[in-house]
């Protein structure tokens, strides 16, 4: 069974970086598409990067240029290094993985991680 499982969110100041990484502890499916989403108070979840089995990425705009997502198949992980953060950056940031058609959509991925808070004070 998939079990995903978050790490490296913190407080940082705007401009800072952070690097948001990603377990499947249960190591039993690897071939999926790999994700990030956010979620700040009072928002809807939103895409923020997804990276597939082939290595392939994609980027929501507002992060584009900022952010990298990478994904190590041999091991189950994935990161997010965040860099240049802004104030609306700042949300729980949540791992997903699944076989999905369209990345950008949260309810097409399979497993989900509990979340890190990211927060970037200004």
């Known amino acids: 069974q998939v079990q995903l499982v978050e790490s490296g969110g913190g407080l940082v100041q705007a401009g800072g970086s952070l690097r948001l990484a990603c377990v499947d502890s249960?190591?039993?499916?690897?071939?999926?598409?790999m994700a990030w989403f956010r979620q700040a108070p009072g928002k809807e979840r939103e895409f923020v990067a997804a990276?597939?089995?082939?290595?392939?990425?994609d980027y929501a705009d507002s992060v584009k240029g900022r952010f990298t997502i990478s994904r190590d198949n041999v091991n189950n992980t994935m990161a997010l290094q965040m860099n240049s953060l802004k104030p609306e950056d700042t949300a729980v940031y949540y791992c997903?993985?699944?076989?999905?058609?369209?990345?950008?959509?949260?309810?097409?991925?399979?497993?989900w991680g509990q979340g890190t808070q990211v927060t970037v004070s200004s």
């Open positions: 990276v597939r089995w082939s290595g392939s990425t």
């Open positions: 997903a993985a699944g076989w999905v058609g369209n990345i950008i959509i949260a309810r097409e991925y399979n497993w």
């Open positions: 249960g190591r039993t499916i690897r071939a999926y598409t």
